[in-house]
């Protein structure tokens, strides 16, 4: 098989946690769309939402997580399960804190969010954009991931 045969980073793509970090750093609805199918292919549950806002922990964190819950409810990634709820909640914080190190309490900031999860194991992945200003924005990210309990 010619290697240009096999889709882009198929072998690459060993855990949750690869498979959720390609997804968020996807920055067209093409790429994005490839990688979902890519990850179905392999059994993977996926889902993708994106929030923006000021830094201030109560803000950005709070939204980061009601997003996070409400996408992987709406799409059956989770189950209403306290285990269910505590695996996420904890991939999220992990997440949150990769993203929001050393950032300007006054910053803005916008990121992509990936969810993604198999039978045992479920992980989030933000990537995006900081800034005070426009012309001092830098690109973010982080990854967390908790076993289901399962």
């Known amino acids: 098989m010619n290697q240009l045969d096999r889709p882009f980073m198929a072998e690459s793509i060993k855990s949750v946690g690869t498979a959720a970090m390609l997804l968020a750093l996807t920055r067209t609805m093409a790429d994005e769309d490839f990688v979902k199918k890519m990850l179905a292919a392999q059994g993977y549950k996926v889902v993708v939402t994106e929030v923006g806002g000021n830094s201030a922990l109560s803000e950005f964190q709070g ?22 709820y505590h695996a996420l909640l904890h991939a999220t914080d992990e997440a949150k804190r990769g993203v929001m190190v050393n950032v300007a309490s006054s910053a803005s900031i ?15 992945a933000l990537f995006g954009e900081s800034a005070i200003h426009p012309l001092t924005n830098h690109e973010r990210a982080g990854l967390g991931i908790m076993h289901l309990g399962v």
Do not use: F, M, Y
Not at 63 to 84: D, M
């Open 110 to 124: 916008a990121v992509k969010i990936a969810i993604v999860r198999d039978d045992q194991w479920v992980a989030v």
């Open 63 to 84: 939204k980061v997580t009601k997003a996070v819950l409400g996408a992987a409810l709406n799409t059956g990634i989770i189950s209403k399960t306290p285990t269910n």
